[in-house]
Each structure stands twice: as structure tokens, then as C-alpha cells.
């Protein structure tokens, strides 16, 4: 399984883990793959704190960060940065806060507490606050990949990271838009199929790999969307990818920081559960479908805001579905690809791994074993 890939970064299997857990990172990396912390729930001195704890835990291995900087965004190039919190604030409707109020209402989901401070609205979801993300995963020398969730990363940052001596890697759900990411220096492209979790485009990973593999080659290729076993891992290097990009997988290990609530949903849950909705980011992600997603699909209420304002609308309730997740389940965000129907038990990370790595070389000896017959 060992590509070139694994060479550049120093790492055993071309596994990648996107997870928002600093303990799966850690543990991913020193199982053999490459953890990715996902930071756009987070400060800047947020991030700093979860990267030490990593430097701390991972021992001599390598990590990455993901970013979002949208190639499209509300107010995008147009707001002076220091005020651009407040001004983007002042673009949300009161109908739709008004409306996501009375969803949590309606279903008994507890408030904050009026004495807890409560966080910003606006997060990593544009350039300007993204930004200052990079530059503190710049400053910790086991972070070797710098990835960008969506769109193509603006020049300067790809310029700030590649001075650096790292690399840039960047997710995209259509061959066009991969090969503006390679014109744009991207050094690894992460073709991720519909079937996966998170934001997502709407082609499927068989079709999609493929197409996005020949459109950028030699540039290297990472295959996401809906992957789950060693059986998957073995057709995507099988079609040229370089290595595979993984997130849903990555919510039931142990290591995992999901209440016990959020992984009850999604052990139970089915490959045929998921949606894409516009409901918590603006802009497509696929979840688990429950109540909340159902009411903004309704024509009575209003439509989803574009990113980021559907994402600084829904902060509040995004923290109180994490704080209270016992009653709040029927409405909670809980990104998941369709590969939910076969996460069906907690296991830990290293097993994980080497499940993985398992079933791959079973893969391969049977398509060796076709060829001999041959």
C-alpha cells in the first residue's frame, strides 16, 4: 500500500483522517496514517492549544490542518476585515434567526445559561478569519499538510505555505474544479465523491475518481467519499489515486469525542439516513436527516442563507445541540457519509488501521490470485 506519496510525508499507509477530534489525529498518525485536524471550529488560539496537545501525543509523526476558505462567500472581498463579524452579522434576517429559535424551541432543546459568554459567530469560514488558522499551524513543525475544504486556496496562502516547506492539499467534487486547483500549485487534490460526509458535490467516487485522476495527472490524488473498508481503498489506488481521504469512519472510533447520544444516531443509522442540506453551513453537507433538516426543506419556512451567514445564524444552536445532546438528537448536526450503514461498533483507531490495511491486502491477493488463474 506503500505510494509515494507515503514517502513525501514519512508516513506508513496513504490513510488520511479528517476528524475534529485532536485524540483521532494523534492516534491515526501513530497507527501509520495521517491525521488531519479539522479547524474550522476554532479560534486561533483555540487551534493552538489542540495543536500542542498533538506536538505532545503524536511522538515524531506527521499531521495536517483543514482549513475552510470557500472559493464563494457572502461578502467576499467586500467587507472591510475588521468589521466584518459585525457586518455580515447585520445581513441575517430576523425571520430566520427567529426560526431556527423556535425549531430548538419546539423540540425543548435548553438555552445557554444568559451568564456564560457565548462564542463568535464567525469562525474559519472565510479568508480573513482562515488566515490567522494557518498561521499557527505554520508555527507547529509536525504539521506537514495545509488542506482547504472548499474551492481552490487564494494564491497567497499557497504561496505562505509552500514557503514554508509544506504542502497544499485541496478538496474538490468535480474535475473542473480540480484542475483549478492544480493550475493554482496545489500539490495534492482530494477528489471527494457525493457519498461522502461534510460538504460535499453531487458525483458519485466511481465515476468521479477517475475523472479527476486523469484530468490533473501526475499531480497526486487522494479518493474520498463514502469510504469505509480495505475493499474501497484497493479500487481507488487501483484507479491511480495516490491514497484515500477519510472522515465518517473516524466518529465512532473510541477515541472519539461524540457524546454518547451522537453515536448512538450513528451506529443506528442506515446508508439510506443521509441528506444533503444547505440547514447548518449554506452550503451543501451531508448529514444525518432528522427534524431540523426536514423543517428548512419545507416551503412554508424560509431558506437556507448562503456561507457564512447559515453558519453564524445556527452558531447558538450548534452549541446548545452540543451541549445538551440528550435533548437535542432530533434536531442535532451530525455529519456523516453513507458509509454510516457500516459503522455499526466502536473500535478503536489502531485497529481501525490495521482492519483496513487487512482487507486491502486481501483485495490485492484476490486480484492476484484472478490473474494467475488467467
Known sequence: MRTKLCETLGIEFPIFAFTHCRDVVAAVSQAGGFGVLGAVGFTADQLEVECKWIDEHVGDKPYGVDIVIPGKYEGMGEMDPAKLEQN????????????????????????????????????????????????????????????????TPPKEVIDHVHESGRLVAALCGRANQALKHKQAGVDIIIAQGGEGGGHTGDIGSMVLWPEVIDAVAPTPVLAAGGIGNGRQIAAALAMGAEGVWTGSIWLTVEEAEASPEQMESYITATSRDTIRSRSWTGKPCRMLKNEWTEAWESDETPDPLGMPLQGMLVSDAMTRVHRYPKAAQKVAFNPVGQIVGAMNEKIAVRDLIYTLVEEYVDSVERLESLNAEA
Not at 88 to 99: G, V
Not at 125 to 132: L, Q
Request: charged share 30%; hydrophobic share 40%.
Open 88 to 151: 455580515l452579522k447585520d445581513m441575517i434576517p430576523e425571520q430566520h434567526r427567529a426560526f431556527a429559535a423556535k425549531v430548538l424551541e419546539d423540540h425543548d432543546v435548553p438555552e445557554i445559561p444568559a451568564d456564560e459568554p457565548k462564542r463568535g459567530e464567525l469562525l474559519g469560514w472565510t479568508e480573513a478569519t482562515a488566515s490567522p488558522q494557518v498561521e499557527v499551524a505554520l508555527k507547529h513543525e509536525k504539521v506537514r499538510l495545509i488542506a482547504n475544504a472548499l474551492g
